[in-house]
């Protein structure tokens, strides 16, 4: 139910979901004065959410900053979480651009830092198809010379509560010991911290993917363009989500 309702709210918080209300309230509502602080209310929920200045900004502050390993230290897994990948009308998979957790896992291999990969990511979708994306990513690790000892795949997970309970499992199956390092998007490496230290599984965060926040201020960052409005909704599911997680406890 938790997995069910939490797919249903998520269209309830994009940005540009909140501006058609506004609009579409303005329409029907009688009263003159409520009329135009709707329209009012619209246009600036539009405005503030559609400027990369302020995206930028918060992600600054939210993501997790960047990390590096210990010179010459070794760990035994690398936990890749899922959403690097999406797939097709045929049920094929595709890299997307999360693609950046993938390559990062691959990095930590080829460079000698850990001797395993696991891929922690089944289908999220709330109607889901065949397509898995811990056994596609599976397929693609093999594609880039892992050997089939150091590919590990959590095929089940639907959501980050999953990829951390179902992670667990498995790491305990293949006795391979911690600290772990946990590669994920810098803007969703909070939230899968808590999930993990919950689960009591020692990581080491290793956050990649970044994707705001990192380029110069220019007064261009003022005016309204469409991807903040497509990036606002991981900032506020995530910050929605950490809430949500550590109020819910264990």
């Known amino acids: 139910m938790f997995f069910i309702l939490s797919k249903v709210l998520l269209y309830f918080i994009f940005p540009l979901t909140w501006v058609i209300v506004l609009a579409i309230c303005s329409i029907v509502v009688k009263n ?5 602080n709707l329209r009012i209310a619209a246009v600036v929920v539009f405005y503030l959410f559609s400027n990369n200045f302020l995206l930028n900004h918060f992600a600054r502050v939210w993501d997790y900053p ?20 999406s797939s097709d009308r045929n049920e094929q998979g595709f890299f997307n651009l999360a693609a950046d957790r993938f390559i990062q896992g ?5 460079q000698g830092a850990v001797s395993h990969v ?12 065949a397509y898995h994306e811990g056994a ?4 693609q690790l093999a594609a880039v010379g892992l050997p089939a000892d150091a590919i590990l795949v959590e095929n089940n997970s639907r959501n980050t509560l999953e990829n951390g309970a179902f992670t667990r499992q498995l790491l305990a199956e293949k006795d391979l010991q911690p600290p772990y ?6 803007f969703h490496m909070r939230r899968s911290l808590l999930v993990f230290s919950r689960e009591h599984l020692p990581v080491v965060p290793y956050p990649c993917n970044y994707t705001n926040g990192r380029s110069r201020v220019s007064v261009l960052d003022l005016l309204p363009s469409s991807d903040p409005l497509s990036t606002w909704p991981y900032y506020i599911k995530e ?10 406890g264990k």
Do not use: E
């Not at 960047?66 to 990948?85: E, K, W």
């Not at 696991?118 to 198809?129: E, F, K, R, T």
């Not at 910050?239 to 819910?248: F, H, L, P, S």
């Open 106 to 110: 691959v990095k930590l291999y080829k």
């Open 136 to 139: 596609w990513a599976a397929q």
């Open 66 to 85: 960047p990390a590096t390993l210990p010179a010459n230290s070794h760990y035994s897994c690398a936990i890749v979480l899922g959403g690097f990948s």
């Open 32 to 36: 003159t004065r409520r009329k135009r």
């Open 118 to 129: 696991l891929v922690s990511g089944g289908n999220g979708n709330l109607v889901p198809g």
């Open 181 to 186: 390092v946990l590669v994920t998007s810098g």
């Open 239 to 248: 910050v929605i989500g950490y809430a949500v997680y550590w109020a819910k």
